[in-house]
């Protein structure tokens, strides 16, 4: 039973293009929702996180986008660099903080020069 | 550097032979962690600790073991592991209080 379900399962986009992967999320005790970016090689590493209170959060050119009322949040990169070329992961997490931190199934981002 | 450390990087076993992977954090965090990655499945929660002593099963715990004697330490431990725990192992640690969770460098495990 996945919780959260993340699309597409891989992305390919050109440089300076906007790769935009979906989660959805099933649990309305989640009340926090982070992304992860992992290089190959590397363990996930938080790029940004979001609470349901607000609909949007802009970090550089990474933005998250949140719709409580669907149960859907999505990552979107503006500007995409061949650097952003990784596997990305959505995750929730419930009231009581990430003790029990739920993951998407990850999508890898291909960024061609 | 803050960091978490896994041991081994990589490891080869076979069917039945325990085996110990440990984990260690210099951030002085209370919360541990230990998750499994498996292709097209995401990361999935097999154990956690909120503090030294202190220890609960996430999501696909069958098969591990954990212990939490020190804050900085938190080994899984597989008493006798099948090809079916073939996978790619992370630690993962934060501080009580936060939600950002800092991932070891993983740990990739065939069992034959």
């Known amino acids: 039973q996945q919780q959260v379900k993340q699309s597409p399962q891989s992305l390919i986009v050109q440089k300076g293009g906007i790769p935009i992967i979906n989660c959805a999320y099933e649990?309305?005790?989640?009340?926090?929702f982070p992304w992860y970016q992992q290089f190959p090689g590397k363990g996930p590493a938080l790029l940004i996180a979001i609470r349901p209170d607000v609909s949007e959060k802009k970090e550089g050119r990474f933005t998250i986008s949140f719709n409580k009322s669907a149960k859907q949040f999505s990552l979107h990169i503006m500007d995409s660099q061949p650097g952003d070329s990784a596997t990305y992961f959505c995750a929730a997490a419930g009231m009581q903080g990430a003790q029990k931190l739920v993951f998407g199934q990850g999508t890898r981002l291909t960024i061609n020069p | 550097e803050a960091q978490v450390t896994q041991n081994p990087r990589y490891l080869i076993t076979v069917t039945g032979k325990k085996l110990t992977v440990t984990c260690s954090q210099n951030m002085n965090h209370e919360y541990m962690s230990w998750y499994r990655q498996d292709p097209g499945l995401g990361l999935r929660q097999i154990y956690y600790s909120m503090n030294v002593e202190v220890t609960d099963k996430g999501d696909v715990p069958e098969g591990y073991k954990v212990s939490r004697k020190e804050k900085r330490n938190f080994p899984l431990i597989l008493e006798s592991p099948s090809p079916n725990q073939t996978s790619l192992y992370f630690c993962?640690?934060?501080?009580?209080?936060?939600?950002?969770?800092?991932f070891g460098p993983g740990t990739r495990l065939t069992v034959l």
């Open positions: 993962a640690s934060r501080p009580s209080g936060r939600n950002r969770q800092f």
């Open positions: 649990n309305t005790a989640f009340d926090y």
